[in-house]
């Protein structure tokens, strides 16, 4: 078979399978390129389900839900998703399985079976943060021995951006199906966020045509509930020991500056109530010395910068999704003149990629905090995640007021509620657009707040 070894510029490799420039994980199957090829052909069925996503997205979490919510059970399914991955099997095996069928794939929309468009299947797209896809397929391509791979992350990281694994570029693929999704409005598709995961299971269940009744409302919580993280990896991690590709134990299952501005601003007031300013006001690299040194303590700074490049000072006494960044990151660029842009997105993603934009690549300072974290341990960093705000903003507000030293107080309780109805995006934006307003850099109104990506 064509196997490939894909070298980046360290020198190391990782090994696929390259079927007419389709790349794909190494397999053990001997007539696996003939089926490749003959893919296109297959017959399919007007009921299919066909789960499309890029790898380590959330593929066999979703095919487990859907596959729970077809057969009307909470039971768990008894296969790995690999055995009804399009690019595994062979034709006379999926024409073997009963309907419903429910497949997934991690194929274009193009390279799939004609059939299977022309029947109009209905097809769930599962998205996920490229930061996520990126680490989950770093340690997944070190721990299927078929990959021959032993790379380190800080060279894996150019390897994922450069579309050097098999299945090629995220970036080609998510934008891809963008297109697909808005040119083809004909077809059922479905899409869902991986980080919406535990809300989706409803609308998952409206999707396939099943009715709103209280028992479905029960089969959903009941899904839900068996598809949690720790029950997926203690009932499917020894299904998965089974397979041949695994070098040591299976490896599938592992563990806005604005905004937490505000809320921290408000925790150091100890009052809900908005800043009347903006956060440039106190972002480091906007400020003179002099400005700096006039704000009353604590003072609640913020910055772009890398731990390097602050003020020694700082680190002396112990003193924030990447695909979310770059679009609120382009309508910046669109909405501020001084920065004289208005190119187009689909350009501006691989400008954001190769870090032609100010503050440079966000790869970089990434990786450069993470190191930051992990060998600066004599540091106070709080870690906030933005996604971790948006979905659960009072826990959240909590874990800063203990950072923060705060005592944990029933005032506190309070005054942390108050914060988080405050710092709520359509109160955000009420309050803080006028005060933007004033600012002379918006080319139409100020833009800091839009749908709160």
């Known amino acids: 078979m064509p196997y490939r070894y894909l070298t980046d510029s360290a020198g190391e490799s990782i090994k696929c399978l390259d079927v007419d420039g389709i790349l794909l994980a190494p397999a053990p199957k001997p007539t696996h390129e003939a089926e490749i090829r003959t893919l296109q052909n297959w017959k399919s069925r007007p009921n299919d389900i066909i789960i499309c996503a890029y790898p380590r997205s959330g593929t066999h979490w979703t095919w487990e839900i859907v596959s729970m919510l077809v057969n009307g059970n909470a039971e768990r399914i008894p296969f790995m998703k690999e055995q009804f991955n399009m690019e595994f099997l062979s034709e006379d095996t999926m024409e073997s399985f009963s309907s419903t069928r429910v497949l997934n794939t991690h194929l274009y929309l193009h390279q799939l079976p004609i059939e299977m468009i022309k029947n109009k299947c209905r097809i769930i797209f599962v998205d996920r943060n490229p930061k996520d896809v ?15 791979y032993e790379g380190k992350w800080e060279n894996y990281v150019y390897r994922f951006l450069n579309g050097l694994v098999d299945f090629g570029s995220w970036f080609d693929y998510a934008l891809d199906w963008e297109k697909v999704i808005t040119n083809r409005q004909d077809l059922p598709i479905h899409v869902l966020h991986y980080e919406d995961m535990k809300e989706e299971v409803t609308r998952l269940s409206q999707f396939l045509g099943m009715k709103e009744t209280e028992d479905t409302s029960f089969l959903c919580k009941s899904i839900t509930s068996m ?3 720790n029950v997926m990896k203690k009932e499917k991690d020894p299904i998965e020991a089974c397979a041949p590709y695994w070098r040591d134990l299976p490896g599938n299952y592992r563990k806005g500056t604005h905004w937490t501005w505000e809320i921290v601003s408000m925790l150091m007031n100890g009052k809900a109530e908005h800043i009347p300013c ?4 106190f972002n480091l690299e906007f400020l003179s010395e002099d400005q700096m040194d006039s704000f009353p303590s604590p003072r609640v700074l913020n910055s772009h910068l890398q731990l390097q490049q602050l003020p ?7 003193s924030s999704k990447s695909k979310d960044v770059a679009v609120s990151f382009y309508h910046l660029h669109l909405k501020i003149f001084p920065y004289e842009y208005k190119g187009k997105w689909e350009n501006y993603v691989y400008r954001f990629l190769n870090g032609l934009v100010d503050f440079g690549s966000w790869f970089d300072y990434t990786l450069n905090w993470e190191k930051e974290i992990a060998s600066r341990k004599d540091l106070p960093i709080h870690i906030v995640n933005y996604e971790d705000m948006k979905e659960n903003p009072m826990r959240e507000v909590t874990r800063l007021s203990k950072f923060l030293g705060i005592e944990q107080t029933e005032e506190t309780l309070a005054l942390c509620k108050n914060v988080t109805k405050m710092c709520e995006f359509e109160a955000m934006k009420a309050e803080k657009d006028p005060i933007e307003a004033v600012a002379n850099y918006w080319s139409n109104g100020p833009g800091n707040y839009r749908k709160g990506t």
Do not use: M
């Open 312 to 318: 020694t000072d700082i680190i002396d006494k112990n």
């Open 134 to 148: 990126a680490v989950s397929f770093y340690h997944h391509h070190l721990k299927a021995a078929t990959y021959e």
């Open 227 to 229: 598809c949690g993280f």
């Open 278 to 281: 903006k956060k440039d006001t």
